[in-house]
């Protein structure tokens, strides 16, 4: 798991101005972490902060919302005061991607191999600084644990639940998830006080909620969401004709005007996570208004 830049260095001074947090763990890599992000720059200002949990750049093409489990799980399992080897790999991987041609990943990944038997191991926080200093003793790693250490207090997130909230969003679209994955998806949220939304077929439908033209649509077509070419279906075709969105390219100024409408007009369609199973609709609109309302909290 990892986090963007520009979040992860706001960590740095949250001591000082803590502000409450709202993880968002997407299923989509490109157009969900993008909206919520332009959401977090334009809206949301003083009290909330909205951060999203990104794969880690090696499992980029794992998309299905059972992954998304995985990556939350990991989450909830590595915060606290201690990490695991595996989840440490990772974030020195990340930060290998990041800044590459810096380290030989594969001999510091052989050094964590003989210093730890099991990637499952849990090193404890105040262990790091000299683990670091132990990975990157060379002198041409020289100054390489310093900079690691910052990257991993930017990276380590702290995260409480009293006061911070943790939320999956995924599509309910049928040829990607099957029944069972989804109702393994809203079990492990139960358990694990994850907040889920959802829209069916995908969080396209979300978007096309922000523009008017959506009331003359036949909600059976938006529900198939049929393909139009080989490059597109329904929904993506719509939202392209009305204000020219793509997939490879997202500008959240289109959308950004229209929050306020589109949390609105979802009330037109299904919005409870059961139902959402088989019938058209989302509840992303009440993650906005949940996120807009702490932000105007006193």
């Known amino acids: ?144 644990a310093s900079n690691f250490s910052l990257y991993f207090v930017a990276q380590d997130v702290t995260y409480s639940p009293t006061t911070d909230s943790l939320n999956m969003v995924i599509d309910r679209d049928k040829d990607s998830i099957t029944e069972e994955q989804y109702d393994e998806v809203i079990k492990f949220c139960n358990e694990n006080q994850v907040n889920l939304y959802v829209s069916n077929p995908n969080f396209e439908f979300w978007l096309l909620l922000h523009f008017k033209e959506i009331e003359h649509e036949d909600n059976q077509k938006l529900l198939e969401n049929p393909k139009v070419n080989n490059s597109r279906r329904y929904l993506e075709k719509r939202l392209h004709d009305i204000c020219k969105y793509t997939k490879t390219k997202f500008l959240f100024e289109p959308f950004e005007k229209n929050v306020h409408e589109a949390i609105l007009r979802e009330k037109n369609y299904e919005e409870n996570i059961y139902r959402l199973k088989n019938n058209l609709g989302t509840n992303i609109g009440k993650l906005v208004e949940k996120i807009i309302k702490t932000e105007n909290k006193e």
């Open 1 to 144: 798991m990892r986090i963007k830049e520009p979040f992860a260095q706001e960590r740095l001074s949250e001591e000082k101005n803590y502000r409450a947090k709202y993880f968002i763990a997407s299923e989509g890599q490109t157009t969900e972490p993008r909206y919520f992000e332009k959401l977090n720059q334009s809206i949301i200002s003083e009290n909330v902060t909205i951060i999203n949990l990104l794969r880690d750049y090696a499992n980029l093409g794992n998309s299905n919302p059972t992954y998304l489990i995985k990556l939350l799980q990991e989450f909830l399992n590595n915060r606290g005061s201690e990490i695991s080897v595996a989840e440490l790999k990772n974030k020195i991987a990340n930060w290998d991607h990041e800044n590459p041609g810096k380290i030989d990943l594969n001999v510091i990944n052989d050094e964590l191999n003989k210093i730890y038997k099991s990637n499952n191991y849990k090193i404890p926080y105040e262990d790091l600084e000299n683990l670091f200093m132990q990975l990157f003793k060379s002198d041409i790693y020289k100054d390489l």
